[in-house]
């Protein structure tokens, strides 16, 4: 019987692999269908204008168009981001009662449907800028700016949207991706704003302008709620700084 010797390069490189979670399948290796629906069981309830959009099969098809998300890092890294992802979007689309953290997924559109890049999809994208942006960056060019409802009558453009937005960095905000994972560095002017790695960090570039450096209140509150609970089923800590209520939000410098 031939034995295949493995050499330490080799080895080396396989490491690597995995601490990167470049061998890592996809997020649909994180976020089973099961998983999906136990998450998110509330969005098909007769009571949310969304029954029926925001299906497990669209949600992989856009995460697989972003390879690092969900991938990067050990077991655990990888666990929080997703569980950071929901958690945010999941406020941000909330249909259920206050303090239960069940309800997320429930609305695609915004209440408030005034201006024409009102937020529609899972992060509510806002601004004919991040509209303009988003579509450029998942490669439907203008469309999104000539017809901002795809995102919210196409449910894969819908997921991609969102996790563009979590993948990119934008003016002098890092990343959600970089900032649940660990790869964020605060520069001088963010320590000096009190912005420190951590989940909280994440809801200042969201919506740092009307949550954060205002101390404690009920959004920032649900943002938490819903991440404790992912985090809980997917068994991984939450680490610390979860809060922003004492950082100055970026438009502050």
Same mark, same amino acid.
């Given at each position: 019987? &031939?034995?295949?010797?493995?050499?330490?390069?080799?080895?080396?490189?396989?490491?690597? !692999?995995?601490?990167?979670?470049?061998?890592?399948?996809?997020?649909?290796?994180?976020?089973?269908?099961? !998983?999906?629906?136990?998450?998110?069981?509330?969005?098909?309830?007769?009571?949310?204008?969304?029954?029926?959009? +925001?299906?497990?099969?669209?949600?992989?098809?856009?995460?697989?168009?972003?390879?690092?998300?969900?991938?990067?890092?050990?077991?655990?890294?990888?666990?929080?981001?997703?569980?950071?992802?929901?958690?945010?979007?999941?406020?941000?689309?909330? =249909?259920?009662?206050? =303090?239960?953290?069940? %309800?997320? +997924?429930?609305?695609?559109?915004?209440?408030?449907?005034?201006?024409?890049?009102?937020?529609?999809?899972?992060?509510?994208?806002?601004?004919?800028?991040?509209?303009?942006?988003? =579509?450029?960056?998942?490669?439907?060019?203008?469309?999104?700016?000539?017809?901002?409802?795809?995102?919210?009558?196409?449910?894969?453009?819908?997921? &991609?949207?969102?996790?563009?937005?979590?993948?990119?960095?934008?003016?002098? &905000?890092?990343?959600?991706?970089?900032?649940?994972? =660990?790869?964020?560095?605060?520069?001088?002017?963010?320590?000096?704003?009190?912005?420190?790695?951590? +989940?909280?960090?994440?809801?200042?570039?969201?919506? %740092?302008?009307?949550?954060?450096?205002?101390?404690?209140?009920?959004?920032?509150?649900?943002?938490?709620?819903? +991440?404790?609970?992912?985090?809980?089923?997917?068994?991984?800590?939450?680490?610390?700084? !979860?809060?922003?209520?004492?950082? &100055?939000?970026?438009?502050?410098?």
């Amino acid at each position: 019987m &031939k034995f295949n010797i493995v050499s330490p390069v080799a080895l080396s490189c396989l490491f690597f !692999l995995f601490l990167t979670g470049t061998l890592a399948q996809n997020a649909g290796s994180i976020v089973t269908r099961e !998983l999906f629906e136990q998450m998110l069981s509330f969005r098909n309830n007769d009571a949310c204008p969304a029954k029926g959009f +925001y299906t497990y099969d669209a949600f992989i098809a856009a995460a697989n168009s972003f390879p690092a998300f969900g991938t990067t890092g050990d077991d655990t890294a990888r666990k929080k981001e997703i569980a950071a992802f929901f958690g945010q979007t999941s406020h941000e689309t909330n =249909g259920g009662s206050a =303090g239960t953290f069940t %309800g997320g +997924y429930c609305f695609v559109r915004q209440i408030d449907q005034s201006d024409r890049y009102y937020g529609r999809g899972p992060i509510q994208l806002t601004h004919q800028s991040n509209y303009e942006r988003a =579509g450029q960056g998942i490669g439907v060019g203008q469309d999104l700016v000539n017809n901002p409802d795809l995102v919210a009558t196409d449910p894969i453009i819908s997921f &991609k949207t969102a996790i563009w937005f979590w993948m990119t960095a934008q003016d002098n &905000k890092p990343s959600c991706h970089n900032v649940i994972i =660990g790869q964020w560095t605060p520069s001088p002017a963010d320590t000096a704003a009190n912005r420190v790695p951590g +989940y909280g960090v994440i809801t200042n570039i969201i919506n %740092g302008g009307l949550e954060c450096g205002m101390g404690p209140n009920t959004a920032v509150e649900s943002r938490i709620g819903f +991440y404790r609970r992912y985090c809980g089923m997917l068994n991984v800590p939450t680490g610390e700084n !979860l809060d922003c209520n004492n950082q &100055k939000n970026f438009a502050q410098g």
